[in-house]
């Protein structure tokens, strides 16, 4: 099998203590309608039965690569180091590929030399027990909306795609210097923004992936989130920055560039928005802290009133208030 030796695709996933969920998000790569591919399996030091849910599949496309926790960034840059496709398809652990995935993100590819990069809309599947969770996103939903062409000043303003839910050129990758290992969290929009600046997008207007919300998701960690949410305000000045003709402050400021962060409104708000999530899920000790980053940000009327409503008002009170708002953000989204 040409597939074998030569594989035009490689598929990587990295997997972190997840030996539950293993089995049936792995087949769903192994039954693609597409078969010229290797799937990368990379064990980042699990504690659990990972290694071994691995060791159990049967497929000469599976390549496994074990090594101690160096955490997803650094595990995908060793991977894509290690993988021969020349075109990078991503695949999250515990997320579900539909069977015409892989093929329709190639025929894309090969049709398009100008694009470099292409997603797909994905179903969100809850998969946590976390009632505050089922409560806020009120079970599965769709996600992502169709896009096609230059994406540098769109991606700035949203992120287009699910990480899992993408493949890409191993050459533009290349061309802009892969990963940077400095984003722990965000490192998909890092990537995503500087490759924006090499080749066009495309997000195919199809359901072709099912992203698993799981209990160890940043989204639902706040100390996880809030360092997201600066790095990605982080990567947006430093996209911006570029664009404007200056230098990326990560390029110049390395590990030490979140000194030279801007407190924006932008940031402000977006924290305000977060704060209010978490008091709406009964997250109090969050939503205060998140409503005080926001006002050390920028002082606007909006992170002043919800900072207002969360360290002022009579908590049930508030609840409701809060409340009224969340539901007003969610639908004006």
């Not at 693609?32 to 990379?42: A, C, G, P, T």
């Not at 590990?255 to 801007?262: C, E, I, N, T, W």
């Not at 207002?308 to 004006?332: C, D, M």
Request: glycine residues 6%; proline residues 1%; contains cysteine.
């Amino acid at each position: 099998m040409s597939g074998e030796i030569n594989p035009k695709v490689s598929i990587i996933t990295v997997y972190y203590n997840r030996d539950y969920c293993v089995e049936e998000s792995i087949k769903s790569i192994l039954n693609q309608s597409y078969h010229d591919f290797e799937l990368i399996l990379v064990n980042d030091g699990s504690t659990d039965g990972t290694l071994e849910e691995f060791r159990k599949i049967n497929d000469p496309r599976v390549r496994i690569i074990d090594h101690q926790n160096i955490g997803f960034t650094k595990s995908m840059i060793e991977a894509i180091k290690e993988s021969k496709g020349d075109y990078i398809a991503l695949h999250g652990s515990g997320d579900i590929s539909l069977a015409n995935r892989i093929a329709m993100q190639c025929e894309v590819l090969d049709a398009n030399k100008n694009v470099g990069l292409v997603g797909c809309l994905r179903t969100v599947e809850n998969r946590t027990e976390y009632e505050k969770i089922n409560e806020y996103k009120g079970g599965n939903w769709v996600e992502g909306e169709y896009f096609y062409g230059d994406a540098s000043k769109v991606i700035l303003q949203k992120n287009l795609f699910a990480h899992g839910s993408v493949m890409f050129r191993r050459a533009v990758y290349s061309k802009v210097g892969g990963y940077r290992d400095f984003f722990h969290y965000a490192q998909d929009r890092d990537l995503w923004v500087r490759m924006s600046r090499e080749c066009e997008f495309c997000v195919l207007d199809e359901i072709l992936y099912v992203r698993a919300f799981l209990t160890d998701s940043v989204s639902i960690d706040p100390d996880k989130r809030l360092i997201q949410r600066y790095l990605s305000e982080l990567i947006i000045q430093c996209g911006s920055a570029v664009l404007e003709g200056k230098k990326d402050l990560v390029d110049q400021y390395g590990v030490y560039s979140l000194f030279f962060l801007k407190k924006t409104k932008r940031l402000s708000i977006d924290l305000s928005k977060q704060a209010i999530k978490w008091f709406h899920q009964g997250e109090f000790s969050a939503a205060y802290r998140y409503s005080e980053e926001a006002i050390n940000c920028s002082k606007n009327l909006f992170s002043l009133s919800i900072w207002t409503n969360i360290h002022l008002l009579p908590r049930k009170f508030g609840k409701r208030v809060s409340n009224v708002i969340y539901h007003f953000l969610r639908f004006k989204k």
